[in-house]
């Protein structure tokens, strides 16, 4: 994943039972298709070229059954290991927070909640019944991705929408090339862990 054309759209699909989803640049050019295999009793994700699967591009796994501190190692299609993502158990309760580490197991970036308030409100307006259902439309999370000098590189933004089907990610400084397609797939899979919770 390198010369991407930002902002990149994540767009949910609705009509299966996996958490799946494509990925388009700003032309509208089909990226990947990410789909996260179900009744699995450890996360496995795998991202491919298209929705035919006819070509998978990388696989993400956890290294355990209980995702609250999992650790999830990206690797190529190929076997070549890029790094890891993992969420930051504890912490995330209030914040959502996401460590990305290299090959050597080196933090080397942060994927934070922006506003944690949000996640709150959504939670308590959620309960309310008719309105709850309209949060989507409202009240929609975002996410920064920092390096180690705290440099803001990345926001991944959740976009309005009924079902909250639609995440676009936006590039905001530049990155080591090497590194670009650790920080998306890093957080493709967060996207499919925030939404699960909710």
């Known amino acids: 994943m390198k010369n991407l054309n930002y902002p990149l759209d994540l767009k949910f699909k609705i009509t299966t039972l996996?958490?799946?989803?494509n990925m388009t640049d700003s032309k509208g050019q089909h990226l990947a298709y990410v789909r996260s295999k179900i009744f699995k009793l450890k996360d496995d994700v795998q991202v491919y070229r298209d929705e035919k699967k006819s070509e998978i591009l990388y696989n993400i796994n956890a290294n355990q059954w209980i995702d609250f501190n999992a650790s999830y190692s990206i690797k190529e299609n190929s076997g070549t290991n890029l790094g890891s993502v993992s969420r930051k158990g504890m912490k995330?309760?209030?914040?959502?927070?996401y460590n990305v580490f290299d090959t050597n197991k080196n933090e080397v970036y942060k994927i934070t909640e922006e506003n944690p308030w949000i996640k709150m409100f959504d939670g308590m307006v959620g309960e309310i019944p008719?309105?709850?259902m309209f949060t989507g439309y409202f009240l929609n999370?975002?996410?920064?991705v920092k390096d180690n000098n705290d440099k803001i590189l990345f926001r991944l933004k959740k976009m309005p929408s009924l079902f909250g089907r639609r995440f676009q990610l936006s590039k905001i400084s530049n990155i080591p090339e090497n590194d670009e397609s650790l920080v998306v797939l890093s957080l493709l899979m967060m996207v499919l862990l925030e939404r699960s919770i909710g």
């Open 130 to 132: 008719i309105i709850g």
């Open 141 to 144: 999370p975002s996410y920064l």
């Open 92 to 97: 995330s309760f209030w914040r959502a927070t």
């Open 18 to 21: 996996a958490s799946d989803f």
